[in-house]
């Protein structure tokens, strides 16, 4: 069994629309998640990070985390075509990342 | 430039031999990490370094050595390089990874013939 699971999609939203990532993990004892967005051909660059259950808003960027359920889920409002990416999950423990093999997201116009 | 730099860009070479990958960075983070990417897999930890002369295994160490005499500087060795070892790989670092967020280099294609 894979550390970290996401759907590798694709994810096709409408422009405007709300978009959901979801991703589980499978260690318990895990306490650090990221959500990372990667273009095509480009590195991953960090948009959320959670560390606690409930919800982190950051702008249209919501991270929700639920470790009784070991399940992280990123939402994004009002989709935008430059929101079109990779998104990747991923779970710190004891210094290292393992991360999931990322949703493909397309937001149509 | 400040930043993350990763080197050579693009790389080709044969199997067997030895390739070594730079990375530096001039934040003087603590921490540094090596990754590969390949399709279906995302992004999998090969080694980290917690500061200078600190070295530990990822998820993937097999094939790779790594070093890190100065805090600035990371490479990855690939010492007899095989066809698997084909892949994107990306450099990392981080002030603490725990409550810090980690920068990526711009990543290195290799390519094993």
């Known amino acids: 069994q894979k550390e970290v699971e996401q759907n590798s999609g694709p994810l096709s939203v409408p422009e405007g629309a709300i978009a959901s990532l979801n991703c589980t993990y499978s260690d318990r004892g895990s306490q650090s998640f990221f959500w990372y967005r990667q273009y095509s051909g480009k590195s991953p660059e960090l948009i959320m990070s959670i560390y606690s259950n409930g919800d982190k808003e950051d702008g249209r960027f919501t991270a929700q985390l639920n470790k009784a359920s070991q399940y992280v889920s990123l939402l994004i409002r009002d989709s935008q075509p430059s929101d079109s990416a990779t998104y990747l999950c991923?779970?710190?423990?004891?210094?290292?990342?393992?991360f999931g093999s990322g949703t493909k997201l397309n937001v149509k116009p | 430039d400040a930043g993350i730099t990763q080197s050579p860009r693009y790389k080709i070479t044969e199997t067997g031999r030895q390739v070594t990958l730079m990375c530096h960075q001039t934040?003087?983070?603590?921490?540094m990490f090596w990754y590969r990417q390949d399709l279906g897999h995302g992004l999998r930890l090969i080694y980290y370094s917690a500061a200078a002369d600190i070295t530990d295994k990822g998820e993937v160490p097999d094939g790779y050595v790594v070093s890190r005499s100065k805090t600035e500087n990371f490479p990855l060795t690939l010492e007899s390089a095989t066809r698997s070892q084909t892949s994107v790989y990306f450099c990392?670092?981080?002030?603490?990874?725990?409550?810090?967020?980690?920068?990526f280099g711009p990543g290195t294609r290799l390519t094993v013939t």
């Open positions: 991923a779970v710190l423990n004891f210094n290292k990342f393992y």
């Open positions: 934040w003087s983070h603590s921490y």
């Open positions: 990392a670092s981080s002030p603490d990874p725990e409550g810090y967020e980690q920068y």
